[in-house]
Nanobody
Framework: EVQLQAFGGGLVQAGGSLRLSCAAS????????IMWFRQAPGKERTGVSC????????YTVDSVKGRFTISEDSAKREVYRQMNSLKPEETAVYYC?????????????????????WGQGTQVTVSS
């Protein structure tokens, strides 16, 4: 059974940093792309960044480039999202999702319906 668990959220002041983690189990880690989404209250779920190091693939939305980085530890089966210089408008529930890398490309990576497996989400609140 594919399982994803996101953790590491919390309350941080604007300009601060948080590191989110996504723990994965139940699938061959190197064959999957792991994606971070976020969903602010009353808004649609939007893609942030995606990684599959075994395939040399990372995608990141322009709005977080230079502030957010994504990395993975395949031995631990974890993907990390380091978020720096956080803004109040980035308050959201952050989700990790996964799907086989063969289903993820430059056109599909940021779409929620590309991914069949989802974690439960972790709340990030950025105060002004």
């Amino acid at each position: 059974e594919v399982q994803l668990q996101a953790f590491g959220g919390g309350l941080v002041q604007a300009g601060g940093s948080l590191r989110l983690s996504c723990a994965a189990s139940g699938f061959i880690f190197d064959d999957y792309a792991i994606m971070w989404f976020r969903q602010a209250p009353g808004k649609e779920r939007t893609g942030v960044s995606c990684i599959s190091l075994s395939h040399g693939t990372t995608y990141t939305v322009d709005s977080v480039k230079g502030r957010f980085t994504i990395s993975e530890d395949s031995a631990k089966r974890e993907v990390y999202r380091q978020m720096n210089s956080l803004k109040p408008e980035e308050t959201a529930v952050y989700y990790c999702a996964a799907d086989p890398i063969r289903n993820v490309d430059r056109r599909s990576w940021s779409r929620p319906n590309t991914y069949n497996y989802w974690g439960q989400g972790t709340q990030v609140t950025v105060s002004s």
